[in-house]
């Protein structure tokens, strides 16, 4: 798995230990990519992947604020103070 990670990490498992400097880019073992404390760690976004930022960007944004050219397709009158010339 290929990684950035913000933060000094240090895991060591047996005799088997992974250290990951702050600003590390690079690829990390499959068996530590599914270690418990590097999910959390992509969890929290103190390592990211390539796998996250394409996650996050698929994700569609809701729009709840209608623009002006909406509100003249549905019927509904502007109120909004632009258009009022009292």
């Known amino acids: 798995?290929?990684?950035h990670c913000n933060k000094n990490l240090h895991i060591q498992e047996g005799t088997e230990?992974?250290?990951?400097?702050?600003?590390f880019i690079g690829a990390i073992d499959d068996r530590w990519a599914k270690h418990w404390f590097i999910q959390a760690?992509?969890?929290?976004?103190t390592i990211e992947t390539a796998d996250v930022g394409e996650k996050t960007a698929k994700k569609p944004s809701k729009k709840t604020d209608k623009n002006p050219e909406e509100t003249a397709d549905t019927g509904?009158?502007?109120?909004?103070a632009d258009?009022?010339?009292e």
């Not at 760690?41 to 976004?45: K, L, N």
């Not at 509904?76 to 909004?80: F, M, N």
């Open 17 to 23: 230990e992974l250290n990951l400097q702050r600003g």
């Open 76 to 80: 509904e009158k502007d109120t909004s």
């Open 41 to 45: 760690a992509i969890s929290d976004g």
């Open 83 to 85: 258009g009022a010339t």
């Open 1 to 3: 798995m290929f990684v």
